[in-house]
Each structure stands twice: as structure tokens, then as C-alpha cells.
């Protein structure tokens, strides 16, 4: 439990602080391909033009991530922003456990080997999860790390369970990652060890659902991964070939795909079996961790629930404690922002539509599920549409903007925050025209808030959590745009290095701080800055805010 943060007595505002975060909207480096700049948003030219405002970093070593060539993401933003300071997160922690051997030596990676050496043929190890080196969910280089380990500890046999990436990577790169995979495990397989890819799909379409929006997507894994239910190829370079054929899709919608020998799945997974979910990110690893560890699950029927040692790459809720079993302890945030408004009894409102709502509550709070004082607080979920986000780039920006209207008027809370993710999920499709009309249908509501919050006598903070919809296209080391063979540029759909905004609109400006903010901080100071205009010290450690008190 922390203390009551310290008033300062120099600001005073009628209406409440309202923190907006934009997902996926940076400052794009070239002309070409920000989608952001092309977009029509009058609104937010007028609130650049008319307040203080500065950039922000969102990526690498200012989020906790390994190095300044790693994209920031919604997870490590939200948690930056949210405590105020920056932890080491899981690419660094995981990537740290292995090279020092940390991981191999824990009882948790002994139990699952182990297990795979106590029957009288052996059993197999099977690892799921995301194969490229987007670093954001997952890394190759941990994996094929850990098969070479598996082997010199004496397991018999590995399958790997391999999800097509092409958000964080490029939209069409799977087999420069499945194919010299291929090749690895061939080339590590002998009489003793026999390691094979033995399913697959796209990373949108199977397995990797998140804050309950699509189960279905998790029932596909499942049939997939344990059963060896779905389409039969001879191997993954097949199957992506083919699949790619006949349904034009880009890698992470590929339908499923079962590898298969003599006409029976190669891998599917059975009792007495170990199981490893290598992903380190805990949104879309919740689900299919449920799956497996539930005694019952009523979300979809298993048929079967085979009898393993499961275990996740880290501890995906911190309170809630899952998985049982994890591989690499996650960093321990606390003294967070809402718990800090809490102490202080601050009123607060959270929202966003499902496929945002965990990281402003969940990730926001430092992997904490659950509120600090229900008293004080209150999380609105608004559903999102399960369709292609393409289809629907507006999202359920409106319907956000009206719910946060109207409690703005309602004069119940003292802070507020969103997270509108247009620039985000749509960004991830690679559709420019969708990515634009995300941005414009954003900016309309950002207008309406705008409107509202200033009538009320607040403060708006307009930031984000990294960049995404501000570099749409690939690009060459010269700047110059990557082609397709048909002419149209390599869309790119991973996230940005690029810095993102962080804009103050104070409805009732006296002077009270330097107009001019600071430059060349890091997102964590939104916590810093959040408490300073709700009239606050911030805590000696927090990361500075991003305004002077004068």
C-alpha cells in the first residue's frame, strides 16, 4: 500500500484530467507511407497549433526494451505510462535468463525435461507460439536456444507448434523464418533427437486471442495444435505456399495447417507430454494458457485434455498467478499511478473497447487485474466488432468518445483515461486507405472530447503508446519505398521506432507552469505529468514530468 501523494497548491481545475492515448500514432520519418500526416485531422493540426506540446520516446530502452532497435508496443507502453518509470521487460528479462543459463538451471525447465525422460519411450516436448524475430511477443532466437538445450539435457523428441507472424515482421515473411527453422531442426535431428515443425496458422486467425474477444480463434489452436485436426501437408513450407495461393492472404490470417507423415499428424500432443508456450507477452497468451490448465471449460468443448507439464515463457497475470508454471520471473511494478490517485482518493474512470481494454486497466496497473479501491474507481468495456478491422477502421472510436462525454459531464471523477486503438489494429492490416480513415475518424472524435472537456474546465493529455499508422511502408536503408512485383509498396505492418506526441490542453491555463515542455523524454513521464496537473508531487523516483511548476 503506497502513501498519499503530496499537494502541491499551485493547480486547480473545475473538470477532470483526461489522459487520451492514440495506439499506434507516432511522428513518421518519411513522407511516404505516414499514414498519420496524409490523414485529414483537422482537429489535431488545431491543437498543435494552439497548445504545448513535445515528442515523446516509445521504444527500446525507454520502454525497458533490450535495445534502441526494438519497436515499442502496447504492453511495455502501457506499462511505462502507467508506473512512471522504466522496468526491464520480457524480451530483455527473457533474453537475459538464457544467456546466463538462468532459465536452464530453474526448476521449472528441469520438471518439463524431466517429465519427457520418465516414460518408457519418451515423450515430447512441444513448444508454441510465435516464430519470428519481431521481439514483441516472441523471438526465434529463444527458441531455437532452447531446443538446443532440450536436446543436450536428453529429451527425445521436440515439435514445434509455429503461428505466422507478419504484424511485427514483414506482412509476407514467414518463410524467411520457417524455412532456415526447417533446416535447424534437420539439422540437430539424429537417432537420439527428432525435432520437427508440427503445426501452424496465422497469429489473427488461430490461438492467439486476447481479452476474450474471439474464442474461436483459441478452439482453432487447439484443434491444431493438440489434436491434429485441420488441412494435411508434408511440411510448413507447403503449407504457406499453398494456403498463400488459394486464399491471398497475408501471413498472420493464413487458415491453419496440420504437418503430416504417411497421412498422420506428426505431432500432436499427448499425455505424459511437456508443453512450453514461448511467447513472453501475456494478452494473447492467456486464453490458450486457460485451455490447457482449467480442470472445465465452457468457452469451447477440448474433446480431450491431454494430461502435461505446462508452462508458460513467464507469469502472464501476476494476480491471477498464470500459468502455474513459467519459465522467467516477470519485472514487479508497483507503486503505479492509479494506485498512487488511489492513496490520494482520486476518482478515476478507465475505458476502451475489448481489444484495448487490458492494457488502459490491466497492463496500465502493472500487470495487476482487479481495481486498487472500488470505491474510487470504475472500468468500462466497450465490445468490439469481430470482423476484420479493415472493414470497420473507425472501430468504436465514437462510441468511446460518447461513454467518456458523458462521464466527463457526469462530474464524478477527478481522472479519466482512454485508449482509442485505430492507429493500431488497423495499422497492423497494412490497408493504407483503412490506416487513413482510421486517423480521421479518430480525429472527429478527438474533437468531440476536446469540446466537451474544456467546457468542463479540464485538462486534456493527448499521447501514445508507440508508433504504428506513421510508417505504413517498407523502406530501403536510403528511405526509398519497397515495391511489390505488381507496383504497389510493401506495406508494412509491425510497429514504428518513430516518437510519439504528448499534447496538453488546458481549459484554464493561469501561468501555473512553463508553456515550453520538456524534449527528449521517455512515455513513462506521463504518470509524473498526470499527477502534476491533477495538482500533485510526484514520487522522488518517478521519471520527470513533462511540465515545469513555476
Known sequence: ?????????????????????????????????????????????????????????????????????????????????????????????????????????????????????????????????????????????????MIVQAKADGVPKVRVHALLDGRDVGEMSALEYFDPFDEFLAS???????????????????????????????????????????????NAHVAIETLRQETGAIDQDLPPFVIAKDGKPVGTIEDGDSVILFNFRGDRALEITKAFEAEELTEFDRKRRPKVEYAGMMEYDGDLHVPAQYLVTPPAIDRTLAEYLCASKVTQFSTSETQKFGHVTYFFNGNKSGKFDPSLEEYVEIPSDIVPFEQRPWMKCAEIADRVIEEVESGKWDFIKLNFPNGDMVGH????????????????????????????????????????????YEHGKDGSVKYKENGDPKAKTSHSLNPVPCIIC?????????????????????????????????????????????
Open 1 to 145: 500500500m503506497v502513501d498519499a501523494l503530496k499537494k502541491m497548491g499551485k493547480i486547480s481545475r473545475k473538470g477532470p484530467v483526461v489522459l487520451v492515448i492514440m495506439d499506434g500514432v507516432g511522428f513518421g520519418k518519411y513522407k511516404e507511407g505516414d499514414a498519420v500526416a496524409d490523414a485529414l485531422t483537422g482537429t489535431l493540426s488545431k491543437l498543435y497549433a494552439s497548445n504545448p506540446w513535445t515528442k515523446m520516446k516509445a521504444h527500446g530502452t525507454a520502454v525497458g526494451l533490450p535495445s534502441d532497435d526494438d519497436m515499442g508496443n502496447s504492453e511495455v507502453g502501457h506499462n511505462a505510462m502507467g508506473c512512471g518509470r522504466v522496468f526491464s521487460q520480457g524480451a530483455k528479462l527473457v533474453a537475459n535468463s538464457i544467456a546466463t543459463g538462468k532459465m536452464f538451471q530453474g526448476e521449472t525447465w528441469k520438471k518439463l525435461v524431466k517429465n519427457t525422460k520418465a516414460h518408457d519411450d519418451g515423450s515430447t516436448l512441444h513448444f508454441i507460439g510465435l516464430l519470428s524475430d519481431g521481439n514483441v511477443h516472441s523471438h526465434i532466437e529463444n527458441l531455437k536456444a
Open 506 to 550: 488546458d481549459s484554464n491555463y493561469q501561468g501555473e507552469y512553463e508553456t515550453e515542455l520538456k524534449s527528449g523524454l521517455g512515455i513513462s513521464s506521463i504518470a509524473a505529468t498526470c499527477m502534476n496537473l491533477l495538482d500533485f508531487e510526484a514520487p522522488a523516483d518517478y521519471d520527470p514530468s513533462v511540465i515545469t511548476i513555476k
Open 188 to 234: 540437430l535431428s539424429d537417432d537420439s533427437f527428432d525435432a520437427k515443425i508440427a503445426s501452424g496458422g496465422g497469429r489473427m486467425v488461430i490461438t492467439m486471442d486476447r481479452y476474450n474477444a474471439n474464442w474461436n480463434m483459441v478452439k482453432k489452436g487447439w484443434e491444431t495444435h493438440v489434436l491434429g485436426e485441420g488441412r494435411l501437408f508434408d
Open 429 to 472: 492490416t497494412g490497408n493504407y486507405e483503412a490506416v487513413v480513415c482510421s486517423m480521421e475518424g479518430l480525429d472527429l472524435q478527438i474533437g468531440r472530447l476536446h469540446k466537451v472537456i474544456m467546457a468542463a474546465g479540464g485538462v486534456m493529455v493527448i499521447t501514445a503508446d508507440h508508433g504504428n499508422a506513421d510508417d505504413m
